[in-house]
């Protein structure tokens, strides 16, 4: 375990300390945990106890970070722990995220082995994902700057529940973010996940403004967050941000507490095609409608069929037929 960073002492409840880490601000008394189940006060400080211990470490195509637009048919050293601030009723990682420290084993990778075994598997970098990696940010800060010591890139797939402070510290080291975005309405956050949309909103808005490769992905979940006006608010406020953000439907599947059927492709087809009206990049996690194509000429640039990859008519970022710039970083 390790000392948490952004907590304070609680002056109304003795040895109770405050987490400042994302908008629960949880007060926690003495021997307890805070709602992420991970972060926990012993003897009056708060300790992060999972620190340097996780539960997966894999290879995987960058494309399954939800990033299509940040090195392209690339490998990446990801890694996921326990515990997450959210608690969606949907979630399809809950055998990790919705546990504490003794519901499921790990083993441990130093922030050192992380750049260790990055370089030995010859990956580009190191994503945070499977989990919310922002419960383990003590681990993620010391990571990703060891990380850019060694010429690797860091990755943050993130829920975008965060203060405004412990985010901005991580975007000086973030080289790019997913966001999974879990509706466009307040209502569906606070009875579905237990959080707020405000919080999430502003948080891809300074990632937007910031610098790190952004883009943005939804989980569509019939009847509950598919509405033609949902999208559409979706759509208009991320335009205003850029227009260029590359934005990803994802279809829901059956998993966890929520018993809806799995989301049909005509849904997903309908929320692109909305999109499409203002965004320049929509893609669907589904053969044929996962390439990627010049926003200025329409020429192919990048073919995807399932974890293939074939770069086509791009270099360096730029399309080689119209010589426009492209939002891709290679």
Known sequence: MKEALYYKQNEEVENAVQCLLCPH????????????????????????????????AYMEPIEKRHLYHFYPGKKILSLGTIGCNLHCKFCNQSHISQVGVDGTPTQRISADESVILAKQYLSFGVAYDYNEPIVNFEYIMEAMVKAHRYGLKNVLVI?????????????????????????FNDDFYRQICGGNIDTVLKTVELIAKNGPHLEVSMLLISGLNDSEEGIEALVHWLSSLNPHIPLHFLGYSPAYKLGREATSLDVLIRARDIAQKKMKFVYLDENGFNLTYC?????PLINRQGQHVKILDIDKGQCKKCGNKINIIM
């Open 159 to 183: 829920n975008g529940f965060i203060n405004e402070k412990p985010l901005m510290d991580l975007l000086l080291y973030a080289d790019a973010v997913s966001v999974d975005m879990k509706s």
């Open 295 to 299: 926003p200025f000429c329409k020429e």
């Open 25 to 56: 601000k949880c007060v926690i008394a003495e021997g307890e945990e805070g709602l992420c189940r991970v972060r926990k006060n012993e003897k009056g400080k708060l300790y992060s106890f999972i620190y340097d211990e996780f539960t997966s």
